[in-house]
């Protein structure tokens, strides 16, 4: 018997039995308590989760909204934490990781041409299996990325989101020199307004109607669009009466998918990053007669994430300047609140280890 079946063994043998866990029990309920330690089939590693990160869905679940959460599941999908065992993976134990939690049904269209994170099916862990509110959670290897040890677990946290901005980056088709419009400065447009500047825009413009937020992204060195402004018209004013050749729709709310033709210069390209919980209108009149390019962006591929790794690893986008704030798991109902609120942070984030300390 090697060493390492040695050490991995043992390593299971002192494991505890139960741990802490977020479990949601209905709407706008969830509490800890204990819960059984996954069990790791062969191909799956588990980790110790460091930080889980708070997005909209997670919201959506909590309020009862969410079309697929049943009640009693552990959320989270967020991920930045620890490989305790690795079982038959060949990871490294104690090697950070962070996941890549989309779920794809491999034989459907979509999947079969190489595109899983547009599944026919697709689903998620923290949403229809057993997520990372917790002290550990089990997942395939293939959907574990490594993270340099360099990297603090609060900035890795914020990788998943960062993937979303990535990709939404990639599909816009943005060039060099462009000027760019985000509307809507949560953590998903600012990310996508730092990720644009990054790919060679020349100018990135953020639309938010909250004065806190427009504060923020004012700290980061983006222009704002100044209060009682429409987008359009700061647009307008900045480029000559053209618009913005890229502008991404990051709050799916009605009001801004009213916006977007307007914002948007002829032959310009908008990409919906914002998921719209019901049909929005939008003037199909203004995208023809401009010839506008109009894409939807649902999560990110794998390549995202692994570009996303690179992003924070590099430290390219300073993400450490983002108001982040942290709550222990035993406090996870206080987190969901403030997340709810964000009225002082960009990102909540919910933390199950010591080590993540």
């Known amino acids: 018997m090697s060493t390492d079946t040695t050490t991995a063994d043992a390593a299971r043998e002192a494991r505890p039995a139960t741990m802490r866990a977020a479990v949601w029990e209905g709407a706008d309920r969830i509490g800890v308590r204990d819960v059984p330690v996954p069990e790791v089939p062969a191909g799956w590693a588990l980790v110790e989760v460091e930080y ?28 930045v934490g620890r490989v305790v065992d690795a079982g038959t993976t060949g990871l490294p134990a104690g090697a ?37 509110l917790a002290r550990y959670v089990a997942l395939p290897a293939a959907v574990l990325h490594q993270v340099p040890d360099h990297v603090p677990a609060r900035l890795a946290a914020l990788v998943e989101p960062l993937a979303v901005a990535v990709h939404a980056v990639r599909l816009a088709g943005l060039a060099a020199g462009d000027t760019v419009a985000v509307l809507g400065g949560g953590p998903i447009g600012v990310l996508t307004a730092l990720v644009a500047r990054h790919a060679g825009a020349a100018r990135v413009v953020v639309a938010e109607p909250r004065a806190w937020r427009r504060s923020v992204v004012e700290g980061l060195g983006l222009d704002v669009v100044p209060d009682g402004v429409t987008a359009a018209e ?10 913005a050749d890229v502008a991404f729709d990051a709050a799916g709310h009605p ?18 990053v914002g998921v719209h919980k019901k049909p929005a209108e939008l003037d199909l009149q203004s995208i023809c007669f401009k010839e506008q390019t109009l894409v939807g962006v649902r999560v990110y591929t794998h390549d995202d994430i692994a570009e996303a790794v690179d992003l924070v690893a590099s430290d390219a986008l300073g993400l450490d300047r983002l108001p982040v704030a942290e709550f222990a798991l035993d406090d996870v109902a206080a987190a969901f609140e ?5 009225e002082d942070n960009l990102k909540v984030l919910v933390r199950s280890a010591e080590a993540a300390r």
């Open 52 to 79: 889980t990160g708070i997005c909209g869905t997670d919201l959506s679940i909590l309020h009862g909204t969410h079309p697929r959460a049943a009640a009693g599941l552990v959320p989270g999908h967020e991920i």
């Open 96 to 132: 950070r990781v962070v996941a890549e939690p989309l779920i794809s049904c491999g034989e459907c269209r979509a999947c079969r041409s190489g595109a899983t994170h547009v599944c026919r099916d697709l689903k998620l862990y923290g949403i229809d299996t057993p997520g990372s």
């Open 234 to 243: 700061h647009l307008a004013a900045l480029t000559g009466g053209e618009g």
């Open 255 to 272: 009001a801004v998918a009213a916006q977007l033709p307007a914002v948007t210069r002829v032959l310009g390209r908008i990409a919906v």
């Open 338 to 342: 403030s997340a709810a609120a964000g």
